[in-house]
DNA sequence: CGGACTGTAAGATGTTCATCGAACACTCGG
DNA sequence: CCGAGTGTTCGATGAACATCTTACAGTCCG
């Protein structure tokens, strides 16, 4: 019957935290780990609603991953949509660089090394 | 003879790290302490070469005030200069901003709660 | 249904890091 | 030279966190 996209899953939803809500601690903290800057960058690298969890190139098990999306989220820099058995990710831009200007930008930049 | 800002001290100079040299992750991690935040933001609100370590208003003993101060000039955030017994500090607006451009003025914006 | 796939949850482990207390170094004023 | 003031270093402690392993909960396909 209902499909994926459509109907909603019967799992639980990810819990988002709006941007606006985002200390700056908290926005910094987020960010200032290797494997969420990978994150973020390949995110901002691919078009929206394309990625699922799976598919990004990092050395951490599923759970640690599970889990820097989590802090992802509490951040407001990622919202998630399960999408059939994955849970596929977008990049919050707009909403975060609103919150935050410039930052989302500064961490994109190539110049900046790891 | 030879007074404390003129000829010079005996004592270890601080050692200063480049902003140029400082990597996106380390600055990150620099400022995402509420601590150190707070040093940065007490130092932007006052004139430079005012201040020296201990006026801070920080709940914290002298010892971690002083691996602080460490970290922040590891960061390329702070510079420091031995006047007599004191140690003074400047935040490095200009040098640390053309690194990392709207980095410290996202930090200082007051809207930014903790 | 059963199995492959994807992600989360819980518990254990190890490391990093912020903090403190105490000892030390240096500067300056009596 | 001594003492007050200022800051650093060292060792230890405790908390936070990144990671893993294992177990579990969904979704989809045959």
Not at 11 to 22: G, I, L, S
Not at 59 to 68: F, M, Q, R, T, Y
Not at 79 to 94: H, T
């Amino acid at each position: 019957m209902a499909n994926q996209t459509a109907g909603g899953s019967h799992r639980a939803a990810p819990v988002h935290t709006d941007p606006e809500d985002v200390s700056v601690l908290t926005a910094l903290s987020a960010l200032a780990d290797p494997v969420r800057l990978q994150l973020v960058r390949e995110l901002a690298g691919s078009p929206v609603w394309t990625r699922s969890c799976g598919s990004f190139d990092v050395p951490v098990g599923k759970a640690a991953l599970s889990h820097h999306f989590s802090v992802l989220r509490g951040a407001g820099l990622v919202e998630q949509r399960d999408e059939g058995p994955k849970r596929v990710n977008r990049l919050r831009r707009e909403e975060f660089d609103a919150r935050f200007p410039g930052l989302l930008d500064l961490v994109l930049r190539a110049e900046n090394r790891l």
